[in-house]
Nanobody
Framework: QVQLVESGGGLVQTGGSLRLSCAAS????????MGWFRQAPGKEREFVAT????????YYADSVKDRFTISRDNAKDTVYLQMNSLKPDDTAVYYC?????????????????WGQGTRVTVSS
């Protein structure tokens, strides 16, 4: 059974940092792009960041560019999201996604597998 399990969410003050992790099991995604999405209360899920299979290429939503960094460790089948300078608008459930293509992908339909999400709350 393929699983993506996110961790690292929590409550943080404005300006703080968190590091999310997403560990895959059941198959390897070392040849696939991986990504992070988020869904804020009352809003649709939106793209946050994506990373190519090799880790050499990354792409970010404008709202998180220069504050968030996506990375991956293919030996551990894990993708990370380092979030700095957090704002209340970053409050959301964060989901990782994987599988479907080797190159970066920012559309939900590009991904075959999803995690259950981890909640991030940024207090003002």
């Amino acid at each position: 059974q393929v699983q993506l399990v996110e961790s690292g969410g929590g409550l943080v003050q404005t300006g703080g940092s968190l590091r999310l992790s997403c560990a895959a099991s059941g198959r390897t995604f070392s040849n696939d792009a991986m990504g992070w999405f988020r869904q804020a209360p009352g809003k649709e899920r939106e793209f946050v960041a994506t990373i190519s299979w090799s880790g050499r290429a990354t792409y970010y939503a404008d709202s998180v560019k220069d504050r968030f960094t996506i990375s991956r460790d293919n030996a551990k089948d894990t993708v990370y999201l380092q979030m700095n300078s957090l704002k209340p608008d970053d409050t959301a459930v964060y989901y990782c996604a994987a599988g479907g293509r080797p190159t970066m992908a920012h559309e939900e339909d590009d991904y075959d597998y999803w995690g259950q999400g981890t909640r991030v709350t940024v207090s003002s």
